[in-house]
């Protein structure tokens, strides 16, 4: 059942570096409905009881197959999508984290989300991002460490 009024939700995405790199891939569907076939990184919702390290390994493995490991947290945003046709709003916790075996490649497990996961320098990322880490980026925010 739909609920009565719209809440915000928490939200966690996964930075997988890889030397310079991220995993991106083409969202096809779900919230952030005016960005349809925008690069964002895998992640999903926060489940009940779950930390944030619990809930990245867990949506990475889910729309990727992938294993990650020294999950850590990076920071917060404020993400509201009001203006889309089914309002949402997020509050998304950026994490990032390593290949567990550097020679994993990524599945595309959710064809149905995602239109197929791949690396991208993290020097020329692909266009269109996904307005969030658009916001970030242009904000001067940086997943890798110093
Ligand atoms: P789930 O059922 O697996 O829990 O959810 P999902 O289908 O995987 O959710 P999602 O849309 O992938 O992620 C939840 C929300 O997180 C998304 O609607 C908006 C917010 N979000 C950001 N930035 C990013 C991002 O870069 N990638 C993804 N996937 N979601 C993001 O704020
Ligand atoms: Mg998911
Ligand atoms: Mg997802």
Redesign the pocket.
Known sequence: AERAAPVP?V???VYILKGKSVL?GR?L????DSSHFTF????????FGEEFEECAVR?VK??TGLDIEKTEFLTV?N?P?LNDPKP?H?V?I?MRAVLSDPSQVPENL?PN?CSGWDWYDWDHLPNPL?W??KKMIRSGFNPFPV
Not at 29 to 32: E, V
Not at 40 to 47: F, K, M, Q, S, V
């Open positions: 939700r939200a966690v995405v991106m969202r569907s779900s919230a952030g964002a990184l895998p992640g999903g919702h926060l489940e949506e889910e729309e945003t993400v999508f949402s997020y998304t950026s959710e989300k996904f969030p880490m």
